[in-house]
């Protein structure tokens, strides 16, 4: 063994394979690194690392069986020992692992000292984003605050002990190495009689807070008491006893024990002053927690009725600063939903945020609301640097708004809708799931990805599972309509919109898309009863008269199809779901179609003379859409190379801006193959992208707004023979239809 241990060493082998295994992990490091930023799957790790060690023992046979010499690489059998230069060999094998080795720690050192401590950069650096980290129950104190059960006896007291919950849930969270569940996955065990062990397993959390509350006259009694998960063993309990008026008082000694208990050591020895909700007004509490319960069910009728319940908070309380940001978010999901719309939210929310900013400039959730209207506020002057700006300030506060998933939601979708970054985007829903895995608004968000990206089966589990956490949310079932219409499933489509509409009756938006597609599957009569119900709600309003327009075209009257759609271009209607543009288009297709493109181009600058000035564009989405119109009319009796020529200008802008308008996805390269002649390539966009698509219920549509404006296209044989196929679809779809509605779900 001696001899064989001193011929290895002469022959170099030991430092052969001290130097390859060095080299070998810097290496893979150095992979690790450049792989990950640029990436790559995971299977070009995975073979790397399976080339490194199969080269590990072929580079111990080599230096075995040769050696260097100064005249090459020579078989070992073959050197003249006397003539063997082994020894200065292995003097530089020791100089080369000194020097990997070296490098190697200065690495360390560099990754220890200084990546590790290097601070976040200010939020308003661009590209600059904060890491959300998820930290596991067994490295840091963590809980789950669940909802308190009311005693009382009175159903109508259930919003004050949930609120009790809600108010722990908030000061705990401000302990800065203490993991708070978030609110929307602690309170999805309501009423359930679900173990200790499954909800930290779900939650993963390390400990659970439970509780009771009973309200009786002027007297509250709250029980309380923190549970380990892992044995059930009870760490903290307590009973308080108080006047009402002292429920303040209450909550700030529960959460205070509860950060106590949890043992100060691993919460730092220093538990800072938590807040509680910031009033001392129990009548102003009672309005804000109301608020709270109702903003939750997240519909029409419920924001309108949590935004009385906030608006009488702060009456009572104008310096109820929890209050005034609970209003600011309230409007922003009624926008997002539909009920406002965004000038209105503007009106509204703009001075609730100065309010909070001027007296609390430091408070994070007031500025991330102002970035996310920031967010919705686009115009072509905003370009996409100002926007990502935006987006990384908001991903930098995420890890402090942890829970709050309106903002996320938002970010997650602009980088997902405009800046094309789906992985990130997916990061962002990820992160957020991993603090409150049952939020259903997260779920909704990651479902609208995939269906985005084609993923159909992946979008519609995501879809499932927020219908599951939050079956009172109606735009759980608006999310599973549309997938189903993607699935090209149209009747199961109608159904989930049919009960979203029962949830939440006083959802125009849904009674008008209802109204629509009826109309165009040729059933007037069963347009006009949802019709009716549109009318009923939202009388006047750019819904109604839209939907109004949209009947008037599948009825086939032109006349006054447009008429209704002048009078829509004159008032600017709102742009929410497309009211305007839908009234330009079917503006600027009845007249080609009628031979008044020239009448209507000139009607089109009497109400925005700037729009034909193709060298810039407007300050505002009416006034781009428009000027987009008065190109497409010129195929009406401009020369080609005009309208080619106020296309290359109007898209050029567009380009400067930095906006992806020509990408595949957006359906805009119809648009610019016809308008610069390049016809083929717009057969074949048609046919693989826009004709490829599930679409029976379009046909109706896309014969009656494109085909004016694109004969060559819809001459061709290929085009005209997918038509075909799609009239017999349509047929097909248009009677499943009609024997649906005459269920008696649909006729209740």
Do not use: C
């Not at 399976?50 to 059998?77: H, M, N, S």
Request: proline share 4%.
């Amino acid at each position: 063994m001696a001899r064989l241990i001193e011929e290895l060493k002469r022959r170099n082998v030991i430092r052969v394979a001290i130097a390859y295994g060095v080299a070998a992990w810097f290496l893979l490091q150095l992979a690790d690194l450049v792989l990950e930023n640029i990436a790559a799957p995971d299977w070009v790790m995975q073979a790397l690392m399976l080339v490194v060690g199969i080269g590990f023992p072929l580079a111990i046979i080599f230096a075995w069986a040769f050696e260097r010499t100064p005249e090459g690489i020579k078989r070992e059998k073959d050197v003249d020992r006397s003539q063997s230069i082994t020894q200065e060999t292995g003097r530089k094998l020791d100089r080369a692992i000194i020097g990997i080795l070296t490098i190697l720690v200065a690495y360390l050192l560099i990754d220890k000292l200084i990546l590790e401590d290097y601070p976040i950069k200010p939020a308003d650096n661009t590209g600059v984003v904060a890491t959300e980290t998820t930290i596991s129950q067994e490295t840091s104190p963590s809980v789950a605050v669940l909802p308190f059960v009311n005693m009382s006896g009175d159903e109508e007291n259930e919003y004050f002990s949930d609120g009790l919950t809600e108010t722990l849930l908030h000061m705990l969270a401000q302990l800065p190495e203490l993991r708070v569940a978030a609110r929307t996955s602690s309170f999805a065990f309501k009423g359930k009689d679900t173990g200790i062990a499954e909800i930290a397993s779900t939650l993963g959390v390390a400990h659970v807070l439970e509780g009771s509350v009973q309200k009786s006259g002027e007297r509250v009694r709250v029980t309380a008491q923190l549970i380990r998960a892992e044995d059930g063993f009870h760490v903290w309990s307590q009973n308080y006893t108080r006047p009402l008026e002292d429920i303040f008082a209450i909550q700030d000694e529960i959460a205070t024990d509860v950060a106590t208990a949890l043992d100060a050591s691993l919460l730092g020895n220093s538990l800072p002053d938590m807040k509680s909700v910031a009033t001392t007004d129990l009548t102003a509490y009672d309005g804000y927690l109301k608020g709270l319960e109702q903003q939750a069910i997240f519909s029409y009728g419920s924001l309108n009725i949590a935004e009385d319940y906030f608006k009488q908070a702060l009456a009572r309380d104008p310096e109820f600063t929890d209050a005034r940001l609970a209003l600011i978010r309230n409007y922003l999901l009624k926008n997002g939903t539909g009920v406002i719309t965004e000038q209105e939210l503007r009106n509204q929310a703009e001075p609730l945020i100065k309010q909070v900013r001027e007296k609390h400039p430091e408070n994070r959730l007031a500025r991330a609301f102002e970035l996310v209207m920031d967010l919705t506020n686009f115009s072509p002057d905003k370009g996409l640097e100002e926007i990502e700006a935006i987006v990384t300030e908001l991903r930098n506060m995420l890890p402090l708004i942890a829970s709050e998933t309106l903002v996320r939601g938002n970010v997650a979708s602009t980088l997902n809708f405009l800046f094309e970054r789906e992985r990130d985007a997916i990061e962002v829903l990820e992160a957020g799931l991993m603090l409150d895995p049952l939020a259903s608004d997260l779920h909704r968000r990651l479902s609208a990805i995939h269906r985005d990206h084609d993923r159909l089966d992946a979008a519609l589990e995501s879809a499932q599972r927020a219908q599951q956490l939050a079956p009172q949310n109606p735009n759980n079932y608006g999310s599973l309509a549309n997938l189903e219409r993607e699935k090209n499933n149209l009747p199961a489509a109608l159904n989930w919109q049919r009960m979203a509409i029962e949830l939440d009756p006083q959802d125009h938006e849904l009674v008008a898309a209802l109204a629509q597609e009826l109309y165009w599957l040729n059933l007037p009569e069963e347009g006009d009863r949802w019709f009716a119900r549109v009318k009923a709600l939202v009388p006047g309003s750019a819904i109604a008269r839209m939907v109004e327009l949209n009947r008037a075209m599948a009825k086939n009257e032109k006349a006054h199809a447009i008429k209704l759609a002048e009078s829509m271009i004159s008032d600017q209607v709102d742009i929410r779901r497309g009211a305007f543009f839908n009234a330009l288009s079917r503006y600027t297709r009845l007249m080609l179609d009628s031979g008044r493109a020239e009448e209507a181009l000139d009607f089109l600058v009497s109400v925005r003379p700037e729009i034909v000035n193709y060298d810039e564009l407007p300050n505002d989405v009416q006034g781009v859409q428009m000027q987009w119109s008065t190109i497409t009319l010129m195929v009406g009796f401009e020369p080609f190379e005009k309208r080619k020529d106020a296309w290359l200008k109007m898209t050029g802008n567009f380009d400067e801006m930095g906006f992806p308008w020509r990408d595949p996805e957006g359906g805009n390269l119809l648009f610019d193959y016809v308008n610069l002649g390049e016809f083929d390539a717009a057969v074949e966009h048609y046919l693989n992208d826009r004709l490829s698509r599930p679409m029976a219920l379009n046909v109706n549509r896309h014969k009656q707004f494109l085909k004016p404006l694109f004969g060559p296209v819809y001459n061709d044989p290929s085009v005209a023979a997918r038509l075909s196929e799609l009239d017999e679809e349509y047929e097909q779809l248009r009677v499943e239809v009609a024997e649906l509605m005459l269920e008696p779900e649909w006729n209740q």
